[in-house]
């Protein structure tokens, strides 16, 4: 069983960063995918980027692109997400995802509040 736990979410001011990690636990796999995604009140859960552990590939949501870096540490089962540039609408619950074939596992969020 994969156990996943974000942390780094807070309040931050408009133009403002912050770093969001997500530690990964109880898998042995090299290949998979994680990726962050994110959901603000009364809104779907939406996409926001993805990370393949082994090559370290990467894909972004157009609304985060230029602003938003997802990155790994093989050696810490670690993903981050560096937001630079928040504007008060990413604001939300960010959630950490990982997928190895038809397994899907999700953190338990951490909420990111951006005031303008």
């Known amino acids: 069983q994969v156990q996943l736990v974000e942390s780094g979410g807070g309040l931050v001011q408009a133009g403002g960063s912050l770093r969001l990690s997500c530690v990964a636990s109880?898998?042995?796999?090299?290949?998979?995918?994680m990726g962050w995604f994110r959901q603000a009140p009364g809104k779907e859960r939406e996409f926001v980027a993805v990370i393949r552990w082994s090559s370290g590939s990467t894909h972004y949501a157009d609304s985060v692109k230029g602003r938003f870096t997802i990155s790994r540490d093989k050696a810490k089962n670690t993903m981050y997400l560096q937001m630079n540039s928040l504007k008060p609408e990413d604001t939300a619950v960010y959630y950490c995802n990982y997928v190895k074939g038809f397994n899907a596992y999700w953190g338990q969020g951490t909420q990111v509040t951006v005031s303008s």
């Open positions: 109880g898998h042995t796999s090299s290949s998979y995918t």
